[in-house]
């Protein structure tokens, strides 16, 4: 049988359209790459909550706050599916916590941004969630079965987080004009690093070519990026917002947007660790992963508690 | 300082509406089981998603070894007996 375990047999599989579940064989390529990937995915998840969570106590009304509290706790909800989909690779949670802490793992760069004012709580939700959107439902057809059903599980839920940004931009582009201009500002900042999210051009992108063969990856970073371009324009247009690019046309054959180049060395920049925010962002998850360690032991004391009960009166 | 932990590993089983199989919604961390519930609880089912949760330790679970698909799930197309369609019926016979 030690066909079945070459990297031949595996990648006929793939080629198959068959899933790959935590105990088949896997080239060792194939699982650092999804462990990179889907942990890469959960922190982001987890980090994404913070320039939100900024904005609880100041919503604008009830409803507001309500409606940001349920998408947050989606969020967690979201890394919490997404770590569960990391660990059947074979890494635990301590471990991608402690990456995530030291800098070795990367979450998506986007979140090193700050969120200023509460027309940025609309930017991200139609924005960041946007892209993420496009990203996920691409991903629902990973190769990797568990990551894989957890991306149909997110992607059930982010729609409602994308409608929530978009009427909250709606909401104020048919407001007064200081608040037209809070929203503009909003998309001007997170316009472009909203595009960037999808990583670097195919032609530059380092892990792209192992990941579409694997199918890891179903769509390459531009072709995602282009879906988001086309579908985001008109919807920006619609309520009035200007996209902030003095170049950007629609090609009448194709029916594709062609936006201006991208500032990448922004992008590597914020990668990089320089971004407003990155080490705001660790240090406060730091925080409170510390501070939260006493109910971690609190509830391991209580389960050695009741397994001495049991054993007791056994 | 204590050792950190991340708590036990959990499988969630989720039926959505009585009368139908519980189905693997994916796992939870947790210290005892009430915590596994109100974990599950509160990851998987935030959208009326089920009636009924099913909790168990992933250590407790026996899995088949993928190695031995071949033998396990072999089709036994030799053996069509087992299948309805094998039989002849006589002309005429209804509701069978």
Not at chain 1, 22 to 30: L, N
Not at chain 1, 138 to 163: D, N, W
Not at chain 1, 193 to 218: C, E, N, Q, Y
Request: a neutral charge; charged letters at 25%.
């Amino acid at each position: 049988m030690h066909n079945e375990h070459s990297d031949t047999h595996f990648q006929s599989r793939i080629d198959n359209g068959e899933h790959i579940e935590s105990k088949d064989y896997m080239p060792e390529g194939y699982r650092k790459h999804l462990i990179r990937q889907i942990s890469q995915h959960a922190h982001s998840e987890v980090i994404g909550m913070q320039p939100e969570g900024n904005w609880i106590t100041r919503a604008p009304s009830l409803r507001a706050k309500q409606i940001l509290l349920a998408k947050i706790q989606d969020e967690g909800g979201h890394g919490l599916y997404l770590y569960s989909a990391a660990e059947t690779l074979g890494i635990s949670r301590v471990e991608l916590i402690e990456n995530l802490q030291s800098g070795k793992a990367k979450y998506s760069s986007i979140f090193n941004y700050p969120a200023l004012n509460w027309a940025d709580i609309g930017a991200i939700g139609w924005l960041v969630d946007g892209a993420a959107i496009v990203n996920q439902v691409s991903l629902q057809r990973t190769s990797y079965g568990p990551y894989s059903r957890a991306m149909v599980r997110i992607c059930k839920e982010e729609s409602f987080h994308q409608r929530q940004g978009y009427e909250i931009m709606t909401k104020m582009m048919r407001g007064t004009k200081d608040q037209q201009a809070m929203a503009q500002d909003a998309m001007n900042r997170w316009w472009w690093p909203s595009l960037m999210m999808f990583g670097p051009h195919d032609t530059d992108s380092p892990h792209s070519s192992d990941a579409v063969k694997w199918k890891i990856k179903r769509e390459t970073n531009d072709e995602l990026r282009q879906k988001f371009i086309d579908k985001t324009i008109p919807q920006a247009e619609l309520i009035g917002l200007i996209i902030p690019d003095n170049n950007f046309s629609l090609d009448e054959k194709t029916g594709h947007y062609k936006i201006s180049p991208i500032n990448w060395d922004e992008f590597y920049r914020v990668i990089a660790g320089h971004g407003p925010c990155n080490k705001q962002r660790v240090d406060h998850h730091i925080k409170f992963h510390e501070e939260g360690a006493w109910i971690r032991e609190a509830a391991v004391a209580y389960k050695q508690k009741h397994v001495k009960k049991e054993l007791e009166t056994a | 300082m204590a050792t950190d932990t991340q708590l036990d590993l959990w499988e969630v089983f989720i039926q959505s509406k009585s009368g139908l199989p519980y189905i693997h919604a994916g796992s939870i961390h947790a210290s005892d089981n009430k915590m596994a519930i109100q974990n599950a609880r509160d990851i998987y089912t935030r959208r009326g998603e089920g009636t009924s949760i099913w909790v168990l330790p992933s250590k407790h679970i026996v899995a088949s070894n993928p190695d031995d698909n071949d033998m396990l799930f072999d089709p036994s197309n030799d053996k069509v007996y087992r299948h309805p369609t094998f039989y002849v019926m006589p002309e005429g016979a209804k509701n069978i």
